[in-house]
């Protein structure tokens, strides 16, 4: 493969993913959305996202845009450009679709999507998540997924800088 081929590669716009996302919903077939910066990507990723998609009949992944992950992360972020993470989800079987945003919440997102289950970590049990009215306002569901036990991007973070 030619590196043009591969840097020709494209996460799907929003107006493609709502295409998929009506082509489901006419099959009545469910969607599943979830969203994050998945920067260094690791198992405990995978872990979640296939919990994720077990909800469901297809997975969408919102991906946080450079910019986005810079304001929400802090300097120094994302590690791994915002076309490359979305690239790396999309191979994954698991994944069905996968946008990048640059908005601070998926809200927007979700609101052309309109998911019937709106996938998050389990650490939102403790803490509020931002998208929850927007999901409340058409209709979906939000199910929360326990993480992988040892697996989280910090640690992982951590452990880089520490050796």
């Known amino acids: 493969m030619t ?12 107006d493609e993913a709502r295409c998929l996302r009506d ?3 006419q099959a009545g077939k469910k969607a599943v959305f979830t969203n994050g ?17 077990a909800l469901g009949d297809a997975l969408f992944v919102g991906v946080n845009g450079d ?6 992360k802090g300097a120094g972020r994302p590690f791994v450009p915002a076309l490359e993470r979305a690239r790396l989800l999309a191979g994954l079987r698991c994944v069905d679709a996968v946008v990048v ?15 019937d289950i709106y996938a998050k970590g389990g650490d ?17 569901r939000v199910e929360l997924i326990d993480f992988l036990p040892g697996h989280s991007s910090s640690a992982l973070i951590a452990k880089i800088r520490n050796s």
Do not use: C
């Open 23 to 25: 082509g489901l919903r």
């Open 3 to 14: 590196a043009a081929m591969q840097n020709a590669w494209q996460p799907h716009t929003l």
């Open 67 to 72: 910019r986005s992950t810079r304001r929400l």
């Open 124 to 140: 939102y049990a403790h803490k509020p998540l931002p998208e929850r009215a927007t999901v409340a306002a058409y209709g979906g």
């Open 37 to 53: 910066h998945f920067d260094l990507l690791h198992v405990g990723h995978l872990d979640y996202l296939q919990k994720a998609r």
């Open 101 to 115: 945003f640059e908005d601070d919440t998926a809200d927007e997102l979700l609101r052309a999507l309109q998911p």
